[in-house]
């Protein structure tokens, strides 16, 4: 069962904008930390952003003033809307929720989605 989907990726030529939502599962309880992780073409997973339960946020700094990440707790979901899109901002997009239930943490991966910028 996927715990995490996610959707929003495409082709936006350089400053260009493109908004990444990523819904958890409604089964998911006491979320702690969502986000976004990009890996670019040769290079490993990196962080982009990260919002925590009490609406704290932290940003890699190649994107900070760019990028905005917010969650809807109601809706189990997170968003990070891209602004002023550059194309070394290309690669594969991973949303990442984790938090504690009463089995124990929980740490889970979405699947992935395409970010490409033309320059």
């Known amino acids: 069962q996927d715990q995490l989907v996610e959707s929003g990726g495409g082709l936006v030529q350089a400053g260009g904008s493109l908004r990444l939502s990523c819904a958890a599962s409604?089964?998911?309880?006491?979320?702690?930390?969502m986000g976004w992780y990009r890996r670019a073409p040769g290079k490993q997973r990196e962080l982009v952003a990260t919002?925590?339960?009490?609406?704290?946020?932290n940003y890699a700094d190649s994107v900070k003033g760019r990028f905005t990440i917010s969650r809807d707790n109601a809706k189990n979901t997170v968003y990070l809307q891209m602004n002023n899109l550059k194309p070394e901002d290309t690669g594969v997009y991973y949303c990442n929720v984790a938090g504690s239930s009463w089995v124990g943490p929980y740490d889970y991966w979405g699947q992935g989605t395409q970010v490409t910028v033309s320059s």
């Open positions: 409604k089964s998911l309880f006491s979320i702690n930390s």
């Open positions: 919002v925590v339960s009490d609406g704290s946020t």
